[in-house]
C-alpha cells in the first residue's frame, strides 16, 4: 500500500506533487482530524456562495400613472 496526499476540490479528489493512478484504481481515503478541523473552519469562514433570484413582476402591484382628463 501506498500513501498520496491530495485534497478535495469540487468534490474529487486532487492528488498533490504530480501523482497519477490509472483509472478505475480503487482507492480509500483516510481523513486526519486536524485536517478535517482545519478545513471545516476555513470553510466556515468562506461564507455562503452568492444565489441570483429572478424576481418575475406582478402587475397587481405596479403604481398606475393618472391619464390626464380630456380638455
Avoid: C, H, N
Avoid at 47 to 66: C, D, F, I, N, S
Amino acid at each position: 500500500m501506498r500513501a498520496y496526499r491530495g485534497i478535495i476540490e469540487d468534490g474529487v479528489v486532487v492528488l498533490q506533487d504530480g501523482a497519477r493512478l490509472p483509472e478505475g484504481t480503487v482507492v480509500t481515503v483516510t481523513v486526519g482530524e486536524a485536517e478535517l478541523l482545519r478545513a471545516t473552519i476555513s470553510s466556515a469562514f468562506r461564507g455562503q456562495r452568492k444565489v441570483r433570484v429572478r424576481l418575475k413582476p406582478t402587475t397587481g402591484l405596479v403604481a398606475e400613472r393618472p391619464q390626464p382628463e380630456p380638455v
